[in-house]
């Protein structure tokens, strides 16, 4: 009997500045949840709380830059919270992150015609509120 078999699809991803925050975004869960594991500690419960909240809303609300670096920001905190209770290794893994995320924001991201993403986001923005572009 012959087998029925589906068309082969390529693997690779296409590398789009969401699919490339939704990495950042994957791997802030995954070193959250390992903190999580080895801290019972409320501030950095709190701390890693914060994180997520902020990593949720950017994942949520991509085009809003506010909370990608409120990402940024609440990395550092928790990173200098667990360097405060000695833990220097996921104090390292989350400084590596929080710059991987500055670096995401800084780059220059081109929509399909080739213009600064961020300021055709915001020409739209401007456009939506009744301002001229």
């Not at 997520?52 to 670096?69: C, K």
């Amino acid at each position: 009997m012959g087998q029925a078999s589906l068309p082969l699809q390529p693997a690779v991803a296409f590398s789009t500045p969401e699919n490339s925050w939704n990495k950042i975004i994957s791997d802030v869960m995954g070193i959250t949840s390992l903190v999580l594991q080895n801290h019972y500690n409320q501030q950095i419960i709190d701390r890693v709380t914060i994180v997520r909240g902020y990593a949720d809303l950017s994942v949520m609300y991509p085009n809003i830059a506010g909370y990608r670096q409120r990402v940024s920001a609440s990395l550092l905190s928790l990173c200098e919270t667990l360097l405060a209770y000695g833990d220097s290794t996921f104090a390292a893994r989350l400084n590596s992150l929080k710059d991987r995320c500055r670096k995401f924001d800084g780059a220059t991201l081109k929509t399909e015609n080739g213009q600064d993403f961020r300021r055709y986001q915001f020409t739209h923005f401007r456009v939506l509120q009744g301002h001229s572009a």
